[in-house]
């Protein structure tokens, strides 16, 4: 009996170890295929994410560059030239007769100005600007008056250079305006101050400054970031007369 019930028995128990043998080898594989498939779609989805976060990186480093280098405008105080409204260095007029260092009378005589009035009173500055400053230049002028060495600038400066000209005194705004116009000049104007903090203009005259005390509202102001991001690039080279 003992015999029979082992022959009956073993075989039996054989085939059932065989067979959940076969089953848990199954689920391991199973499991095993479900594992690399989670894997797998977790590499794309890295992969993706990857591609988005450089393509995003990319797309903030392009919209840096154009609002570090696309002109925007800022307004009043800042009257700004625009590149396609330039004039060529040849269409300006110049006060300094063929470049020779001779005063040239009849063109000064052209300038329009207020009661007190002394052209070649800032010779010496053309004679620095002509010198100095270059095509492609990018120049801030403190102290414009009535635009007289702005003029010689913007003839240097060329239409891929930009001259920024700076004058405070509100009398004489109308006259840098119209003599940039009249005589074909690409200054931009900052009628107004170019500082971080306020300022006062003490006397609407030759030597007037500019200082940080007052009676009335403070001058109209732009800083220099303000005045890079319109012209679109870096100053180099800075005038400052006695207005600025």
Same mark, same amino acid.
């Given at each position: 009996?003992?015999?029979?019930?082992?022959?009956?028995?073993c075989?039996?128990?054989?085939?059932?170890?065989?067979?959940?043998?076969?089953?848990w080898?199954?689920?391991?594989?199973?499991?095993?295929?479900?594992?690399?498939?989670?894997?797998?779609?977790l590499w794309?989805l890295q992969?993706?994410?990857t591609?988005?976060?450089?393509?995003?990186v990319?797309h903030?480093?392009?919209m840096i560059?154009?609002?570090?280098?696309?002109?925007i405008?800022?307004?009043?105080?800042?009257?700004y030239?625009?590149?396609s409204?330039?004039?060529?260095?040849?269409d300006h007029?110049n006060l300094?007769?063929?470049?020779d260092?001779?005063? =040239?009378?009849?063109n000064?005589?052209?300038?329009?100005?207020?009661?007190?009035?002394?052209?070649?009173?800032?010779w010496d500055?053309w004679?620095?600007?002509?010198?100095?400053?270059?095509?492609?230049?990018?120049?801030?002028?403190?102290?414009a008056r009535?635009g007289?060495?702005?003029?010689?600038?913007?003839?240097?400066?060329?239409t891929e250079?930009?001259?920024?000209?700076?004058?405070?005194d509100?009398n004489?705004?109308?006259?840098l305006?119209?003599?940039?116009h009249?005589?074909?000049?690409n200054?931009?104007a900052v009628?107004?101050?170019?500082?971080?903090?306020?300022?006062?203009?003490?006397?609407?005259?030759?030597?007037?400054?500019?200082?940080?005390?007052g009676?009335?509202?403070?001058?109209?102001?732009?800083?220099?970031?303000?005045?890079?991001?319109?012209?679109?690039?870096?100053i =180099?080279?800075?005038?400052?007369?006695?207005?600025?």
């Amino acid at each position: 009996m003992d015999s029979m019930i082992d022959r009956n028995v073993c075989p039996r128990t054989a085939i059932s170890f065989a067979t959940d043998s076969f089953r848990w080898r199954e689920i391991f594989v199973r499991a095993q295929v479900s594992a690399l498939f989670v894997i797998f779609w977790l590499w794309r989805l890295q992969s993706y994410c990857t591609m988005k976060l450089v393509k995003d990186v990319a797309h903030g480093e392009q919209m840096i560059s154009k609002t570090t280098t696309t002109p925007i405008s800022v307004g009043f105080p800042l009257d700004y030239v625009d590149r396609s409204a330039k004039y060529s260095p040849q269409d300006h007029i110049n006060l300094m007769e063929n470049n020779d260092f001779i005063f =040239n009378e009849m063109n000064c005589a052209t300038w329009h100005h207020g009661r007190e009035f002394h052209c070649k009173i800032e010779w010496d500055e053309w004679m620095l600007v002509n010198a100095f400053v270059k095509l492609g230049d990018v120049v801030i002028e403190f102290g414009a008056r009535f635009g007289t060495t702005s003029c010689i600038l913007s003839r240097n400066v060329g239409t891929e250079g930009h001259v920024i000209s700076v004058e405070p005194d509100i009398n004489v705004h109308g006259y840098l305006l119209r003599n940039r116009h009249d005589h074909h000049c690409n200054y931009h104007a900052v009628l107004g101050t170019v500082s971080n903090t306020p300022l006062f203009l003490g006397s609407s005259a030759y030597a007037g400054q500019t200082s940080s005390s007052g009676k009335g509202p403070s001058l109209p102001r732009l800083n220099v970031t303000s005045i890079e991001r319109v012209v679109g690039t870096r100053i =180099n080279v800075a005038l400052i007369d006695c207005e600025g």
